[in-house]
């Protein structure tokens, strides 16, 4: 008698003996279980080749001091991911890193329920959730930054959040589920500013849905006054910011990124501003006269206010715009053979975390250019079935604008660092992925029991 056989004759013969009992069972006998159990162990095993680590940014975050229930605020970090740190802090000061990866790693683990909630809901086929979900709890390139004293972490879970979220409301609109999804775009936006593009993501979800759906446009009207809120909060939290430092904005870190896309691109001398130029034409040839060394020139951030240095990068832009365009398709011609996955944090010096470390470059590799052709084949495939069905594939949509949208802001916000600046978008990448599988074997499931019959 085989192991399967046996365990499913024994399973009832035990639910027999008590309602505890018939509890054990039904958590044994759930596919949630084992998808938590495996990915546990596969994630207590690399956690444990891993150094808590923290990265530049770090200490930005852990010496945040701005109270903004008092109007205060910081000019580079917006408060949810300090304030996350300061109640931590309540837990004990002591080990204060241990434990912010601790509870990094709590909620992460957690949010495997969200996404197979969410499979659960869009798939069809039972072994496609589950699949989908051990990949998911599998991911070593999201939870390697579990261990990193950054906003990614939480904002795989935020991304998560979001989705689940949205599938709810399709499933069953009513206007507080308009509002809390639209509300929680601000709390997104305030752990990490790049979510910025969820913002008019919600508007065009609301705006499609009250120009289709008449029974549901007095729940898309409370999701676009919602959405009216989010501007009045973000523009509220720029006053603050325009007043306690200076820049009329969420970040300043916006600033210092996109002044490097305009030096990469070369157009820093069309910002109709002669100084800021002339300074940072000064850096640029002191970067050539010493290549490869740590150079002092003129700190362009400290020297120049923010909004000024804002207007700088905006007239740039303005004034060169066909230059902008071609620096950033380079960019995106350059990813091209770059593998979308990394890891940042620190790996132990061992037999065992050199070989996972091994086995991770080459499990976890899928390079930009394939990422270019999902994109452009899953947005094909969404509207042939859109035409196709005459019925709009709602969460497929958001899923494909939750990509872009991601995409877009690395693309042109950033000038490094590209696979961490598109962390959060990886669950998507992997529920759009599999919702095609999972279309496929249904079919071919459908076909083989009808041949069967």
């Known amino acids: 008698m085989s192991i399967k056989n046996n365990v499913q004759l024994k399973l009832p013969v035990i639910a027999q003996k008590g309602r505890l009992n018939d509890k054990l069972v039904q958590l044994i006998c759930a596919p949630l279980f084992w998808i938590l159990a495996i990915s546990a162990i596969i994630r207590y095993v690399y956690y444990s080749v891993l150094l808590n680590t923290i990265a530049v940014d770090s200490a930005s975050y852990l010496n945040f001091h701005a109270n903004i229930l008092l109007g205060e605020t910081d000019g580079r970090r917006t408060p949810v991911y300090p304030y996350f740190i300061k109640l931590i802090n309540l837990f004990g000061s002591q080990s204060l890193i241990d434990h912010i990866v601790t509870a990094q790693i709590l909620i992460s683990f957690l949010s495997i329920i969200l996404f197979y909630k969410i499979v659960r809901t869009f798939f069809k086929s039972r072994i496609m959730i589950f699949v989908a979900s051990i990949s998911y709890g599998a991911m070593l390139p999201i939870i390697n930054f579990d261990k990193m004293v950054l ?211 080459s499990i976890f590799y899928i390079t930009f250019n394939i990422l270019y052709f999902f994109i452009l084949l899953d947005l094909i495939l969404i509207i042939i079935v859109w035409i196709k069905n005459r019925q709009t594939p709602w969460f497929n949509m958001v899923l494909w604008l939750l990509i872009c949208g991601q995409m877009t802001i690395a693309i042109l916000g950033g000038y490094s660092e590209y696979q961490r600046l598109i962390l959060a978008i990886i669950p998507a990448l992997l529920i759009a992925s599999f919702s095609y599988i999972d279309k496929i074997y249904f079919m071919v499931d459908i076909k083989r029991r009808s041949v069967l019959v």
């Open 151 to 361: 906003t990614e972490s939480l904002s795989v879970t935020f991304g998560l959040i979001f989705m689940y979220m949205v599938i709810n409301y399709l499933q069953k609109p009513a206007h507080l589920k308009a509002w809390l999804l639209t509300l929680f775009v601000f709390i997104a936006i305030m752990l990490r500013p790049s979510f910025i593009y969820l913002l008019p993501l919600v508007i065009v979800f609301w705006g499609l849905r009250l120009l289709i759906f008449k029974k549901d446009r007095s729940m898309c009207l409370s999701g676009l006054a919602a959405s009216v809120v989010v501007i009045f909060l973000i523009l509220g939290y720029s006053v603050l910011n325009k007043r306690n430092n200076g820049f009329n904005g969420i970040s300043q870190i916006s600033n210092g990124n996109q002044m490097a896309v305009i030096v990469g691109a070369n157009i820093y001398m069309y910002g109709n501003d002669t100084e800021i130029s002339t300074a940072v034409k000064y850096n640029s040839e002191l970067e050539q006269k010493y290549p490869g060394k740590h150079v002092s020139g003129i700190n362009i951030m400290q020297r120049f206010d923010p909004d000024r240095v804002h207007i700088f990068i905006v007239n740039c832009i303005k004034n060169r715009p066909v230059a902008y365009m071609q620096y950033i398709g380079s960019k995106l011609f350059d990813l091209q053979a770059v593998n979308i996955f990394t890891n940042y944090a620190g790996h132990k010096r061992s037999s065992l975390a050199f070989k996972i470390e091994k086995a991770e470059y």
